[in-house]
């Protein structure tokens, strides 16, 4: 359905992105932050122009997994809010606004204006690609993003335990609604990859997003598997994506299939 057939104005916004990309999973804690972050520094491998919204308002983690916790806030130039950037990635969050300790005490209509003032205010100048960390769950903070901005589709990031799937499937159902297309699952802590002699170890038995893809007839984008370097990374304001290792390898991958 248009905009003006769901009672909002038609607004002429530039796309902040040739392609606009949510990733978003049904539970919390299941890697979707690491997961965006890395798609994106992937996309920066394969020689796009990229940027990053964290839209998680509730728990933004962006400003950590880029090294950015100290970074000063959001300002406003002659063209709107000036994104940050970190290892190649233009980068917002709610974090730059709200500093990352304060719980974010927000009512659904002012989480709705923040994710749309990421996406019509800031000046992120050419990009072509876009992902949009999503928060958890299936609210207002979605809604906001699938009537705010052309977004081109949705990755969905589930690790193989049932539980997470389920909500996997509630977090697909609500962007089928929206009619924004699912480009595919990607499946976080797949297996365990061991540092010291490379092994893998499938702690919470594989292949359980690769099934739920087939099910719910969307690509299926690839294993990440559980690394320690994935963390440490995040904590320390590396990305692994940007190394050349085994999940770096994983992340490019499973962008490349991302873009196809
Ligand atoms: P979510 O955004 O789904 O809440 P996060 O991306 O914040 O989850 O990840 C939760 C924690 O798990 C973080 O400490 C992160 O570094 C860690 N983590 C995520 N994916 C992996 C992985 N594949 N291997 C190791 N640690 C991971």
Redesign the pocket.
């Given at each position: 359905r248009s905009r003006q057939a769901q009672g909002q104005p038609a607004k002429p916004v530039r796309a902040p992105a040739r392609r606009i990309i949510a990733v978003a999973?049904g539970?919390?804690?299941?890697?979707?932050?690491?997961?965006a972050a890395n798609l994106a520094g992937a996309c920066v491998k394969l020689g796009l122009k990229t940027g990053l919204m964290d839209a998680?308002i509730y728990?933004p983690?962006a400003p950590r997994?880029f090294g950015l916790s100290d970074a000063p806030g959001l300002r406003k130039g002659d063209d709107g809010i000036e994104p940050l950037e970190a290892h190649g990635v233009k980068l917002v969050s709610m974090g730059f606004l709200v500093g990352e300790r304060d719980p974010v005490v927000w009512r659904g209509p002012m989480v709705t204006g923040a994710i749309r003032q990421f996406l019509t205010e800031v000046n992120w100048g050419d990009l072509d690609v876009l992902i949009i960390?999503m928060p958890?769950g299936t609210g207002d903070a979605q809604l906001a993003v699938a009537q705010g901005a052309p977004i081109s589709g949705v990755v969905i990031?589930s690790t193989p335990q049932t539980l997470a799937l389920d909500d996997a499937r509630k977090a697909a159902a609500l962007f089928d609604r929206t009619e924004i297309p699912i480009l595919g699952l990607i499946e976080?802590?797949s297996f365990f990859l061991c540092p010291h002699c490379g092994e893998g170890t499938e702690i919470f038995g594989r292949g359980g997003a690769r099934a739920e893809a087939e099910l719910i007839g969307a690509p299926f984008l690839g294993e990440?598997?559980?690394?320690?370097e994935?963390?440490e990374a995040?904590?320390e304001g590396r990305l692994v994506a940007s190394g050349d290792g085994p999940v770096a390898k994983a992340f490019v991958r499973a962008a490349e299939a991302m873009l196809t």
């Open positions: 999973s539970k919390g804690g299941v890697g979707k932050s690491t997961v998680d728990g983690s997994i960390d958890p990031v976080n802590m990440i598997p559980l690394h320690p994935l963390r995040s904590d």
